[in-house]
């Protein structure tokens, strides 16, 4: 027999509860999760109640988790799902966290691409813009029409500009190689070059 024998504040976190059976602490469950189970002192949980409580408490404890690392840093859907599960919760509270993280705005790939684009778009070029946004997992049809509106030109001049201000004497071959890893591809590599009439006719 399971019997709720004592329910009480947790002493560091008062919108918990320290739930005790038969005498011993039991599990810790918030308010809402209490008043769903018609937790009180002197009820009798089955051993499936209990197994039931349990999977609530990882639901809550995923979203409240989740909750944290998005007011913080915006992510994408997949870095979240990931973000969850390397903190130890199943499947089944990572989906219902992601509901409940998307249904609030907290997590949206739309805005989360618009915000990287936003962020990074004067240091790489479209081409490594589009393999990172790929790689957070977000869907190719919304990636492409937000790098649709970057100006790769404007970007290549900047980064290039950027490194002329920190080589007096730039290795062209060198130059070249750093502008493609930011993600430019070699017309607009080459007439960057050529509009500051660095090396011509390359």
Same mark, same amino acid.
């Given at each position: 027999?399971?019997?709720?024998?004592?329910?009480?504040?947790?002493?560091?976190?008062?919108?918990?509860?320290?739930?005790?059976?038969?005498?011993?602490?039991?599990?810790?469950?918030?308010?809402?999760?209490?008043?769903?189970?018609?937790?009180?002192?002197?009820?009798?949980?089955?051993?499936?109640?209990?197994?039931?409580?349990?999977?609530?408490?990882?639901?809550?404890?995923? &979203?409240?988790?989740?909750?944290?690392?998005?007011?913080?840093?915006?992510?994408?859907?997949?870095?979240?799902?990931?973000?969850?599960?390397?903190?130890?919760?199943?499947?089944?509270?990572?989906?219902?966290?992601?509901?409940?993280?998307?249904?609030?705005?907290?997590?949206?790939?739309?805005? &989360?691409?618009?915000?990287?684009?936003?962020?990074?778009?004067?240091?790489?070029?479209?081409?490594?813009?589009?393999?990172?946004?790929?790689?957070?997992?977000?869907?190719?049809?919304?990636?492409?029409?937000?790098?649709?509106?970057?100006?790769?030109?404007?970007?290549?001049?900047?980064?290039?500009?950027?490194?002329?201000?920190?080589?007096?004497?730039?290795?062209?071959?060198?130059?070249?190689?750093?502008?493609?890893?930011?993600?430019?591809?070699?017309?607009?590599?080459?007439?960057?070059?050529?509009?500051?009439?660095?090396?011509?006719?390359?």
């Amino acid at each position: 027999m399971n019997e709720i024998t004592e329910i009480s504040l947790q002493k560091n976190n008062k919108d918990r509860l320290n739930v005790s059976v038969n005498g011993s602490f039991a599990f810790g469950v918030e308010y809402a999760t209490a008043v769903k189970f018609g937790l009180k002192v002197g009820r009798t949980l089955t051993d499936d109640e209990i197994a039931a409580i349990s999977i609530e408490e990882g639901k809550t404890a995923a &979203f409240d988790r989740g909750l944290k690392y998005a007011v913080k840093k915006t992510v994408s859907e997949k870095q979240m799902v990931e973000y969850l599960s390397r903190h130890g919760f199943n499947e089944e509270a990572v989906h219902a966290a992601m509901d409940k993280l998307k249904e609030y705005g907290y997590v949206d790939d739309v805005k &989360f691409a618009n915000a990287y684009v936003a962020t990074y778009s004067a240091e790489r070029g479209k081409n490594r813009l589009k393999l990172e946004l790929k790689s957070a997992g977000v869907d190719p049809e919304i990636a492409e029409e937000i790098l649709s509106r970057v100006d790769d030109e404007d970007s290549c001049d900047k980064c290039l500009d950027k490194y002329l201000r920190t080589h007096r004497e730039p290795d062209r071959q060198k130059l070249i190689n750093y502008l493609m890893y930011r993600g430019f591809d070699w017309d607009c590599i080459n007439e960057a070059m050529n509009r500051r009439e660095l090396w011509k006719d390359l």
